[in-house]
């Protein structure tokens, strides 16, 4: 099939650090290539892949400080990807509602893969506003805000099976991974490993819509915790490592996660997660196999008790099983060949 891929322009694509769409992006576009299939990605100018790239600029909208608005730059990508839909037989969104009102009115089969928060009172008004124009969840939760779009399917986040693996290192720590804001908790994952006993380290990123929270908040936690050691941000050829020596990850959220990559990216190195059951989190962890769902942080210090009796070599076959980019990739081809077959017959109907 020829497929355009449609990435966020904040990160490249892969991102640098941390970056969870353009990450997925990635993961999938070059499973894609690798199955057979014409693959052009349209994303910033410093992306590296496999695929035919199509810049929209030159650079990763986060690198270049001198962008005052971004949205002018979107309505530009859109433009510019309606002006090339006659060369692809499915166009794959990663960027929201920026495409809805353009793509919905041609013909071209399009899909678009929303991988944020639903749940503010204005996404539903723009969302529903388009309520019959395909679309794909990352989990079932996802959906709850907004339950009578067009969900064409659920395809939970996969990624490359070599990208991490399990190394041999001594755990040692639990481990923090992701970016520092409230509803990530780290608040949380200090005052968990410290009733534990545990060592904690934070591989996190802070944003700059974070800092004074970063330095308000979580400083002071830092620096008034011994046990507790700040990273910073780390990227793909750093985690296997610090994922491999933690014994478990901690992801103890405040919010409704759509996804949560790092839970899979744990996995992949063969670390159990304590996560708080909020959003994807029952579709992602298996209980008592990769790790423990819990409602407060005195279950999260008891499941810390219960993580050496898992079997760190069966979390990382259920990410084999369950989290791998060809997975992804197949389910999205599922969805392409579905959209496209009416394409097709719409098209013999005009010809014959």
């Keep these: 099939m020829r497929i355009a891929q449609i990435s966020p322009l ?42 035919t790239l199509a810049p929209m ?11 005052k608005d971004w949205v002018a730059i979107y309505n530009r990508m859109v433009e ?58 990352i ?42 804001s409230p509803e990530k908790g780290v608040d949380r994952a200090i005052r968990i490993a410290g ?31 011994p046990n507790v050691e700040f990273i910073g941000e780390i990227n793909d050829a750093q985690k296997p490592a610090f994922l491999s020596g933690a014994q478990t990850l901690l992801f103890p959220i405040d919010w409704p996660e759509p996804f949560g990559l790092v839970m899979i990216e744990a996995m992949a190195c063969g670390t159990p997660v304590i996560a708080f059951n909020c ?8 209980p008592g196999v990769t790790g423990f769902i819990v409602n407060d942080i005195d279950q999260a210090v008891a499941a810390v008790d219960k ?8 979390v990382r076959a259920t990410f084999d099983r369950r989290f791998t980019a060809r997975r992804m990739a197949e389910d999205y081809v599922d969805v392409y060949e579905s959209l496209a077959r009416p394409a097709a017959r719409r098209l013999h109907a005009v010809t014959a």
């Design 10 to 51: 904040f990160e490249a694509v892969p991102p640098k650090l941390y970056g969870g769409t353009e990450r997925v992006v990635y993961s999938l576009t070059e499973e894609l290539v690798a199955m057979g299939h014409d693959v052009t990605l349209f994303a910033s100018g410093d992306s590296i892949t496999s695929a």
């Design 57 to 67: 600029r030159d650079q990763a909208l986060r690198l270049d400080p001198s962008v």
């Design 80 to 137: 510019m990807i309606f002006r090339r839909k006659d060369e692809f037989d499915v166009l794959h969104f990663h960027i929201d509602y920026f495409p809805l009102a353009l793509f919905s009115r041609q013909k071209v089969p399009f899909l678009t893969t929303l991988h944020g928060r639903l749940d503010l009172p204005e996404f539903v008004e723009t969302y529903m506003t388009f309520a019959d124009t395909p679309f794909v969840s």
């Design 139 to 180: 989990s079932d939760s996802q959906r709850r805000p907004i339950p009578d779009l067009n969900w064409v399917r659920t395809v939970l986040h996969g990624m490359p099976a070599n990208l991490l693996t399990p190394q041999p290192v001594k755990q040692e720590y639990a481990a923090f991974l992701g970016r520092i």
């Design 195 to 225: 009733k534990a006993g545990l060592k904690l380290k934070i591989a996190a990123k802070v944003d700059n819509a974070d800092k004074e929270y970063y330095d308000s908040q979580i400083k002071p936690l830092i620096r008034d915790n």
């Design 279 to 286: 959003g994807s989190v029952p579709e992602v962890i298996d």
């Design 307 to 314: 993580i050496p009796l898992l079997d760190r070599a069966r």
